[in-house]
Nanobody, 127 residues
Framework: QLQLTESGGGLVQPGGSLRLSCAASLTPLQDTTIGWFRQAPGKEREEVACMRYRDRATYYRDSVKGRFTISRDNARNAVALQMNNLKPEDTAVYYC????????????????????WGQGTQVTVSS
């Protein structure tokens, strides 16, 4: 059973940075697709950034392009989400998710395709 553990959330001022990490246990990530999703209070969960682990193909939602970067950490069997220039509207619980196999580009961040989810980590952007 694949288990995901997120870390790195917290409180940060607007314009600040945070780095989230998602570590996977029991299963190497090489043949998976990994995504970061978020859910703000009163809103539906939305995709943030996703990556096909083997070839590093990525997808970002428009509002985070140029600010967020998803990357892999082979040594730790983990995936990171570097978040820069954070805005109050980025406040949410962030979840990492994994699906075995390599999703095609048009489906890279399709939430319904992911079947392993972490417990979530809170990110709050506020002055």
């Amino acid at each position: 059973q694949l288990q995901l553990t997120e870390s790195g959330g917290g409180l940060v001022q607007p314009g600040g940075s945070l780095r989230l990490s998602c570590a996977a246990s029991l299963t190497p990530l090489q043949d998976t697709t990994i995504g970061w999703f978020r859910q703000a209070p009163g809103k539906e969960r939305e995709e943030v950034a996703c990556m096909r682990y083997r070839d590093r193909a990525t997808y970002y939602r428009d509002s985070v392009k140029g600010r967020f970067t998803i990357s892999r950490d082979n040594a730790r069997n983990a995936v990171a989400l570097q978040m820069n220039n954070l805005k109050p509207e980025d406040t949410a619980v962030y979840y990492c998710a994994v699906v075995r196999g390599r999703l095609i580009n048009s489906n890279l961040c399709n939430e319904n395709a992911y079947n392993y989810w972490g417990q979530g980590t809170q990110v709050t952007v506020s002055s």
